[in-house]
């Protein structure tokens, strides 16, 4: 079974902090991906990257960076936090092609997600 | 990505089948349907996607009608653990959730 794992369940900050949510992934997939979930938002995609190094802008990127150094790692950074960033963060993984409209035929794979609350 | 439309609730009997409708009459064809569900608290769980035909896994059956503007996710015998949010997203890569299906199984 695919594994994804974020490194904390729980998060409490307050404005201005940096924070770094860590994501790590045991099958070898290529692509990662953050998401934030919000009621009455739903589900919505802040970065993606489909190799080490590689990174591609997603829905709401503003206020968010990234960081693949390796494979199984993805990391999504909050440089001066806001209280507007209190969400649901989700991390997900694919196996991929290199081209992205192969992506399409490749199921993520979710972590258990990080409920981040900023103060 | 094409909008889908799902129902907002519905019961099911443990045990029995649980048909979960979608319909995405806007689908472009290079996008998937992908099935996820959550259960509160946890990370979406992949449940099973496709293109035009019919898939079938462990966890489920999907349907999809031969025009590709609707289709119907079956879980074959319910339990309670089946109780989540389902969602019906069609799409080349992103995932967007919109409400979902609430899906109560009841002993």
């Known amino acids: 079974d695919v594994k994804v794992t974020q490194s904390s369940r729980y998060l409490v900050k307050r404005t201005g902090e940096k924070v770094f949510l860590e994501c790590v992934q045991d099958m070898d997939h290529e692509n990662m991906f953050w998401y934030r979930q919000d009621p009455g938002l739903g589900l919505r995609l802040i970065y993606f990257s489909y190799d080490v190094k590689m990174k591609e802008k997603g829905d709401i990127p503003e206020g968010y960076s990234v960081s693949r150094e390796k494979k199984e790692r993805f990391s999504l950074i909050l440089e001066s936090t806001s209280t507007n960033q209190t969400s649901m963060y989700l991390c997900?993984?694919?196996?991929?092609?290199?081209?992205?409209?192969?992506?399409?035929?490749?199921?993520?794979?979710f972590g258990d997600g990080t409920r981040l609350s900023i103060l | 990505d094409a909008k889908t439309t799902q129902p907002p609730s519905m019961d099911c009997a443990e045990g029995r089948a649980a048909n979960l409708p979608c319909n995405h009459s806007?689908?472009?064809?290079?996008?998937?349907v992908y099935w996820y569900r959550q259960i509160h608290s946890q990370g979406p769980q992949y449940i099973i996607h496709g293109l035009k035909n019919n898939e079938t896994n462990e966890m489920a059956s999907l349907i999809i009608t031969e025009d590709r503007k609707s289709s119907t996710l079956i879980l074959p015998h319910a339990t309670l653990r089946d109780t989540a949010v389902y969602y019906c997203i069609v799409t080349t890569y992103k995932l967007s959730f919109g409400a979902g299906t609430t899906v109560t199984v009841r002993a």
């Open positions: 806007t689908i472009s064809g290079n996008e998937y």
């Open positions: 997900a993984s694919s196996f991929s092609a290199l081209e992205q409209v192969s992506l399409s035929n490749q199921p993520q794979h």
